[in-house]
């Protein structure tokens, strides 16, 4: 059975650098492209960052392009989302998923992934 795990979420200030983390157990990570969201309080649930297997493209929404970096280590089985220069509108329960493995292309819609993590809570204040 597969699990996936974030962590690294917490409370931080405005300007601040975080790194999100994600584990995955039961397959190996390089056999998915993998993707960010996150779901900001009384929004709905938006993307983030997307990369390929091996991590040799990446995309990013506009609001976080130039702050965030989605990367990926195969051998540890973990994905991570660096963020810095953090935002309070960056505040939302931050969420890994995973394409199905027959997936070779990055995708923006979470209509394309059928894997989710539990979320992890990353509170920005000013």
């Known amino acids: 059975q597969v699990h996936m795990v974030e962590s690294g979420g917490g409370l931080v200030q405005t300007g601040d650098s975080l790194r999100l983390s994600c584990t995955i157990s039961?397959?190996?990570?390089?056999?998915?492209?993998m993707g960010w969201f996150r779901q900001p309080p009384g929004k709905e649930r938006e993307f983030v960052a997307s990369?390929?297997?091996?991590?040799?493209?990446?995309y990013y929404a506009n609001s976080v392009k130039d702050r965030f970096t989605i990367s990926r280590d195969n051998t540890k089985n973990t994905l991570y989302l660096q963020m810095n220069s953090v935002k309070s509108e960056d505040t939302a329960v931050y969420y890994c998923a995973r394409r199905p493995q027959t997936a070779t292309s990055v995708s923006t819609s979470m209509n394309d992934y059928n894997y989710w993590g539990q979320g992890t809570q990353v509170t920005v204040s000013s």
């Open positions: 990369i390929a297997r091996y991590g040799l493209t990446t």
């Open positions: 039961g397959r190996d990570l390089a056999s998915f492209v």
